[in-house]
């Protein structure tokens, strides 16, 4: 009898960047499509995001992005971490490729002065 493999899943290297570009889209430095989804409770705001190769619109204008809830850009930090463009800490839980499927789950840290 033919043993089966277990699929294991590939730990992706993080992007370096991610930037809005239209309302729950985010781009890498690789021009890859990433899609928010948050997820809030009383005590944390996660983010999950998933690349999905998707069509892209026009870029937000600065109109649009006044009361965007999620940071503009992340920059990936030391520590398995990304600062976003409001200056919040947001730790990477995980960031796993399975079955060609890439998400990567974001939380943010409580800020400092808190």
């Not at 997820?39 to 190769?53: C, G």
């Given at each position: ?44 705001f996660q983010v999950l995001l998933r690349q999905a190769?998707?069509p892209l619109g026009l870029p937000m204008s600065p ?38 499927v890439e998400d990567m789950l974001l939380e943010r ?6």
């Amino acid at each position: 009898m033919a043993e089966m493999q277990a699929y294991r899943p590939e730990t992706p290297e993080d992007p370096d960047r991610l930037w809005i570009w239209e309302r729950h889209v985010y781009l890498d430095e690789n021009k890859r499509s990433w899609l928010p989804i948050t997820l809030k409770t009383s005590e944390n705001f996660q983010v999950l995001l998933r690349q999905a190769d998707i069509p892209l619109g026009l870029p937000m204008s600065p109109k649009d992005l006044q009361a965007y809830e999620l940071p503009l850009m992340w920059q990936l930090y030391p520590g398995k971490k990304y600062r976003g463009s409001d200056s919040m800490l947001w730790q990477i839980l995980y960031h796993i490729k399975f079955r060609g499927v890439e998400d990567m789950l974001l939380e943010r840290l409580p800020s400092e002065d808190q």
